[in-house]
């Protein structure tokens, strides 16, 4: 067997590790002999060096994505930015109109989000995607209303990775002046992203996902065209008003250097990580009835969402019990429903029930790969083993047209 | 989630894994569960002309606690006469697995899948 140190980490798509680097620097905004003044308090010196390091922060993540610094909202994380981006815009423009587009495989922090203005009285779209996880441009087009005030479509879904067209989304929301917001919580630092070419008015980054810490987060508000949104945070009008709190310089310098480390290495990682992926793919696609989730082209090189029919999620990731991964299977929960968004790409439930999500990240190596392959094989091996569908499969017999006795 | 100590062993050492002629006059099958519920259980008994369970095998497509409940099962009815197989309680096997709350569905399959099973070997008995 490969010598490899277990357990192995590949969800990194749930959260990352902080980078070293990114650690040693927080680590000087904390203590008396480091900078952990208010970077609000402008009347001495210690306020004054916090504050410097917030600007720096605030260009570092501004750079990664080619935007202005005063563009920049600190927030607690991408949960928080999806929120005060989607009520804040809708609050905003409640008298133009009450409508609000998105898909159905957006992360829980945009549906519930949309779901509670639905309470206020808006009325939501929730669009359904291609079997591949993509958009159809046409069948957006024609959800647009006359009302409709703002568009909430993900850069990179959190659980498939496949990344959807968003230049072209904000041209016809541009077009139409509706405001486009884009969940890029699992993007950033992963895809380019050029907030000077795209037409995108809000957006919204988390930095645990690409190797700084949780807790903290940004929201992109355009200033032109200016972009308008209502305070979700009353307090002391920071961030122009946007977003009041203290703001938590440790964390902020932490997101700041994370955003300039995935700028400066994003093309070489990018390239190692594809070649992981691959090598991942290809040590399993030859067994038999495997799926690929979601587009395998247009997806960001971390991400391999895959299927192992007639193998049950949960069962298969108690096999992998030294891996860290993550399955579309919920039999935990009350509903046992699987992954909505599986299912909203057209996945019959089994399929769902049998994926697992392998993300993999900076800190992976081809050992733990090839340590991943062959645990995986020999799981799903056993698993079909004692798995009746996988006789049933075997025996020729359609599982559809079997009766089945649901509970 | 952690698992109990009970349905881990059984998960990695299932007992009694396989199948039986589901043809044959003394074996009754009870398949219970949906794919698309993310658990199916197939119980096979094979009785003796003095009514006990001589043997038992199972297979199961679900979590490690619908897995562990069949196997334990299977371990349960072996030797044992059918009336004493329809006297055991999926709470029996939820408490054996130490099952939480939210698998408790797990063992109600167990139980459903043993009595589907005898169900089957009754009705041909019949013919
Ligand atoms: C697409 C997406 N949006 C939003 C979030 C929430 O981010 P945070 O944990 O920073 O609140 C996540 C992470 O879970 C995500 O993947």
Redesign the pocket.
Known sequence: MTKVKTPIYMDY??TTPADPRVADKMCQYLTPDGIFGNPASSSHSFGWAADDAVKKARSQVADLVNADPREIVWT?????S?NLAIKGAAHFNVRKGKHIVTMKTE?K??LDSCRQLEREGYEVTYLDPMDNGLLDIDVFKAALRDDTTLVSI?H???EIGVIQDIAAIGEICRDRKITFHV?A??SAGKVPIDLSTLKVDLM?F?A??IYGP?GI?ALYVRRKPRTRIEAQMHGGGHERGMRSGTLATHQIVGMGEAFEIAKNEMATENDRLLMLRNRLYDGLKDMEEVYVNGDLEQRVAGNLNISFNFVEGESLMMSLKDIAVSSGSACTSASLEPSYVLRALGRNDELAHSSLRFTIGRFTTVEEVDYAIEQTRAAVEKLRELSPLWDMYKEGIDLDSVQWAAH | MAYSEKVIDHYENPRNVGAMDKDAKEVGTGMVGAPACGDVMKLQIKVGDDGVIEDAKFKTYGCGSAIASSSLLTEWVKGKSLDEVQAIKNTDIAEELELPPVKVHCSVLAEDAIKAAIADYQSKQQQ
């Open positions: 798509s749930a607690s994380g991408a949960t928080e999806d992360h922090a945009v993900m990179v879904n959190n969940d919580a699992q919204s988390s645990h996902k949780k987060g």
